[in-house]
């Protein structure tokens, strides 16, 4: 069976120093937010505006995978439809 293989990019000269001087501590860049929303919700018109959201912004979709004997992760950008199904369609909006 051949090796897998991935398609990706190198990561910058600042993504690399960020990771050489982090680690492996991908926790310490994460971006949060939280969103109080008052009044009725439509939770599918919600997942619609995420969906169209990670499908214009790159960014969204990028992901760093660490594969054995690399020392540096690349980055590997992932096509729309994995990635809003992942990330959209998991979403719980059912507190809301």
Request: with cysteine; proline share 6%.
């Amino acid at each position: 069976m051949p090796p897998e293989t991935t398609a990706g990019f190198r990561l910058s000269p600042q993504q690399d120093r960020l990771w050489t001087q982090g680690g492996a501590d991908v926790a310490a860049f994460r971006a949060q937010c939280a969103v109080r929303i008052e009044g009725p919700l439509d939770a599918e018109r919600l997942r619609a505006a995420l969906v169209s959201l990670v499908a214009r912004y790159e960014i969204l979709r990028t992901v760093f995978p660490h594969q054995a004997g690399m020392k540096v992760p690349f980055q590997v950008i992932l096509d729309t439809e994995s990635a809003s199904g992942s990330a959209a369609s998991d979403a719980d909006v059912s507190g809301f």
